[in-house]
């Protein structure tokens, strides 16, 4: 899920199988975050089994859990014997389970794999007398040699089971109790939605797989080694005579039977425990990996939108970073023709104002004034002493003023404008071809508006000369 090759550069190393552990993450946050991890696992317990408030309490350890048989009086051979076993703790033997334990019952498993094929297992009793010896090497922590021949197979099988009967609480513990029995009514429903006596086996594994997770790190442990070995001895029974109910029998007081209580406390809950057991050993290989939702959610935990698990995820991270960088695009876009506008108007004040200078200083009469008045009814109008504005002015509809017709003659770009509705916009810019090629000659806006204002200055002394010569006219025939 993280990498696809590992560079190694260790020689002896290299030709060794990749073990991946598709439970990394549930692993990785059952360790950081407990509280986050049970909460997890016990909501989707309860979407498969139907567990009432008090239940569900004791199955997240809020309440001590309430078994069959709390409250009986009796007290029968069994408790008496279970009871005094108890006192005499050892490092192993009848001490909480604990990992230094499962390390040296995990030398008793690893010999009974070797000798599945004896008949009987787990059902005919060993010699005491190398039990105890057996026993007592265990609690000491001495090494031992099982493969030597001083122990028999049902020596050390015998001993298994004791070990687990003196655990202060069973292997699935006592919080677990009520889970396991209402697990065992799961059933499937007919086409009308009545429940049937078929088990819904799915269910059932969904179930025990979540149940499993919240179990402590060495009740876990030991668990999946012991289903092992009882999954593999049943696959021997042609040999061994032990099939998995039979094994269920013999191992379910200890596994999941609440402590101190016999088969009539338990009364009709004891078939479901039997069948309960008998299940766990014939699919042990499925009930110790996390379901697929439970991974999943565990992975995004920690990687979130950082990993992406399919081809379609990266598309869709694609064709996402593609509609994220148009708007970027289009901004770009709008800041250069921003800039391009604001040069342009830039352009088109320094001319105006060039002309607006010349009209200023021309000499007093009619036609100045109303120069000088079209000059301040437009908005963009600059007077000798005012500033450059900022920012250009929004663009205007056609205009008739004169000053319009001043700036788009100076400009050289006649713009052509049709009246449209009041939300319209404006047609876009159509040059003739007269101003293209007068304003190839000129160069620039600047250069042109020097050409026209000589133009205009040749028009005003030609009309001064033509308006002397019809005032001498008339002079003359007065005379």
Not at 35 to 45: A, C, H, M, Q, R
Not at 84 to 108: D, H, N, Y
Not at 349 to 366: G, I, Q, R, T, Y
Request: a positive charge.
């Amino acid at each position: 899920a993280i990498c696809n090759f590992v560079i190694c550069n260790d020689s002896s190393l290299r030709s060794q199988p990749i073990i991946f552990n598709p439970d990394f993450f549930v692993e990785k946050l059952r360790h950081e975050k407990p509280e986050v991890f049970t909460e997890l696992v016990v909501s989707n317990i309860t979407r498969l089994i139907d567990l009432p408030g008090a239940e569900l309490a004791q199955l997240m350890g809020e309440e001590d859990p309430k078994l069959p048989g709390a409250n009986s009086t009796a007290s029968g051979f069994f408790r008496s014997l279970m009871s005094l076993k108890r006192k005499e703790k050892g490092v192993v033997f009848g001490s909480p389970l604990t990992e230094e334990g499962i390390a040296q019952v995990s030398q008793l498993i690893e010999y009974l794999h070797k000798n599945l094929r004896a008949e009987g297992l787990f059902r005919v009793p060993g010699n005491s007398i190398r039990q105890q010896i057996l026993k007592d090497a265990l609690n000491s922590g001495t090494d031992i040699d099982l493969d030597s021949g001083e122990f028999h197979s049902n020596d050390v099988a015998t001993l298994l089971k004791m070990f687990l009967g003196e655990l202060p609480e069973p292997l699935l513990t006592h919080k677990h109790f009520h889970a396991h029995l209402k697990i065992a009514d799961l059933t499937l429903f007919d086409e009308k939605g009545n429940k049937t006596s078929t088990p819904d086996k799915e269910r059932q594994i969904e179930a025990l797989q979540l149940l499993f997770l919240i179990l402590p790190a060495p009740n876990r442990s030991l668990l999946k080694l012991l289903l092992d070995l009882l999954y593999q001895t049943a696959k021997k029974q042609d040999k061994n005579k032990m099939s998995a109910h039979n094994l269920a029998l013999m191992f379910a007081p200890h596994i999941l039977w609440p402590r101190n209580v016999t088969a009539n406390d338990l009364q009709e809950n004891i078939t479901k425990l039997n069948n309960g057991v008998t299940f766990m050993i014939k699919h042990s290989q499925k009930l110790f990996k996390a379901p697929v939702y439970i991974r999943e959610c565990a992975r995004l935990h920690y990687l979130g939108s950082r990993a992406h698990t399919s081809k379609d995820d990266l598309d869709l991270l694609t064709s996402s970073g593609s509609k994220e960088l148009q708007p970027l695009k289009s901004q770009k876009r709008s800041r250069l023709d921003s800039c391009h506008q604001e040069e342009t108007q830039q352009r088109t004040e320094e001319a105006l104002k060039e002309l607006f200078l010349h009209v200023h200083n021309m000499p007093d009469s009619a036609k100045k004034k109303k120069l000088i008045r079209q000059f301040n009814k437009h908005p963009s109008a600059l007077t000798p002493g005012s500033d450059v504005p900022s920012s250009p002015e929004p663009r205007r509809t056609r205009s008739r003023s004169f000053s319009g017709l001043i700036k788009r003659k100076v400009l050289g770009t006649p713009v052509i404008l049709e009246r449209k509705s009041r939300d319209s916009t404006p047609e876009p810019v159509r040059v003739s071809k007269e101003n293209v090629q007068l304003l190839q000659k000129c160069g620039s806006p600047a250069h042109m508006s020097q050409a026209k204002l000589k133009s205009l200055e040749g028009q005003k002394e030609g009309s001064c000369r033509r308006m002397r010569a019809r005032l001498l006219s008339k002079d003359s025939s007065s005379l």
